[in-house]
């Protein structure tokens, strides 16, 4: 049996024929289906990039000293992760690959779990199924997950699609009970920077939630949102040493590295604030018009605290909300890719021009 026959079929394709009905406006599709970056790469990063454009020599799986320095700095500054160490850093082709290919990376197989939320974004279940391994979603992992069978737990806070923000004390009691059992717990933190209200989304690593041990912990930082990296493909991961050596020994022999020139970007771009202040600025306003257009026609948003979605349902099926967008020339995401419990709402992205939101924001009228 080929691998793609364990799969689930490829949901977006679902979406096409919405697609067409939303482009046949005639100003035009607004498509806030996907969370793509459309805001120019900030011109600090591209410059790194071309400066590195000279790079012959194969690039480290490891990562050059000034990217792991970069990530750790990064994680000290401005994710109060005091125990960050430039040793416990390893780059990533974007995070997407990590998060397909880790229970395999880890030699999980058939018989071990996956767990992941209820909601969640796709492919936490596809690198459990390409391994063998169970995929288990939960609502609260300590209360719904098999502690003697989990052999690998994500969190992701900020959440994709809910936006929801899991504070500190919650982190620290799941942290509590997945290194009572042995359970690697990694956090996709690709979100972490966009937080807009209520508590500010925290580290896996903060001292208040790992009480300064990085054992069993991993936490995974995307560059795609943040900087607007997703077309060169830059992440890196942090955390527990012997996981971080295990992870480095297998990728090296796989040949899972990051260009040279895309880890010079990503220096920069770590070590570069005011970019990511003013795209942040920028998702803020989007967010706000959109979020207000929403409920003035008759939406209610759940969660959203953080994040690049407002999670949005006007209490019918998906679908239904879908193409009723769609024929007002908007395209959304139907809650049920995230799983079941989302059958009735919509995920509605804040990347797309000013211009494109204002026109969303028009048509919702
Ligand atoms: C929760 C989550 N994790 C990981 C990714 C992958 O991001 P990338 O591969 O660009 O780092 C995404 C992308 O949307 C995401 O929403």
Redesign the pocket.
């Known amino acids: 049996m080929s691998i793609s026959a364990r799969l689930p079929v490829f949901p977006w394709d679902r979406l096409e024929p919405y697609k067409a009905a939303a482009a046949a406006h005639p100003d035009g599709v607004v498509d806030l289906s996907?969370?793509?970056p459309v805001d120019p790469v900030p011109e600090v990063i591209r410059q790194a990039l071309t400066a590195a454009a000279d790079s012959p020599g194969y690039p480290l799986t490891y990562g050059t000293a000034a990217l792991r320095a970069a990530a750790a700095d990064y994680l000290r500054t401005w994710h109060g992760v005091a125990g960050a160490d430039p040793r416990h850093i390893l780059p990533?082709?974007?995070?997407?690959?990590?998060?397909g290919w880790l229970p395999t990376l880890l030699d999980l197989r058939e018989g071990d779990q996956v767990g992941y939320p209820q909601l969640?974004?796709p492919?936490?279940e596809i690198g459990a199924l390409m391994a063998r391994a169970e995929p288990v979603t939960y609502d609260d992992p300590v209360a719904d997950l098999d502690p003697a069978r989990v052999k690998l737990l994500w969190l992701?806070s900020p959440?994709?699609?809910t936006g929801r923000v899991l504070g500190a004390p919650e982190l620290r009691r799941i942290v509590g009970w997945a290194r009572e059992h042995r359970i690697l717990v990694v956090s996709?933190e690709?979100?972490i920077e966009l937080g807009w209200e209520g508590e500010e989304p925290v580290s896996v690593l903060h001292p208040d939630v790992c009480g300064g041990s990085h054992d069993g912990l991993v936490a995974?930082h995307?560059?795609?949102?943040r900087s607007n990296?997703?077309g060169y493909?830059?992440?890196f991961l942090a955390g527990d040493p012997a996981v971080v050596a295990e992870l480095l020994a297998v990728r090296k022999h796989a040949g899972m590295i990051v260009p040279q020139p895309v880890q010079a970007a990503m220096v920069a771009a770590l070590g570069d604030r005011a970019h990511a202040v003013e795209q942040k600025e920028r998702y803020a306003r989007r967010r706000t018009a959109l979020r207000t257009a929403l409920e003035a026609a008759g939406f209610r948003i759940e969660h959203s605290e953080a994040?690049?979605y407002l999670w949005a349902t006007r209490g019918e099926g998906c679908w239904e909300t879908v193409a009723d967008l769609a024929k007002r020339g908007i395209l959304v995401a139907p809650g049920e890719f995230y799983g079941p419990t989302g059958a009735a709402f919509v995920r509605v992205a804040l990347t797309a021009t000013d211009e494109r939101i204002a026109a969303a924001v028009e048509r919702l009228a």
């Open positions: 996907v969370g793509t990533l082709i974007g995070s997407k690959e990590l998060v969640a974004y492919t936490y992701n959440s994709n699609p996709d690709c979100y995974v995307s560059l795609s949102k990296f997703a493909r830059g992440a994040s690049l």
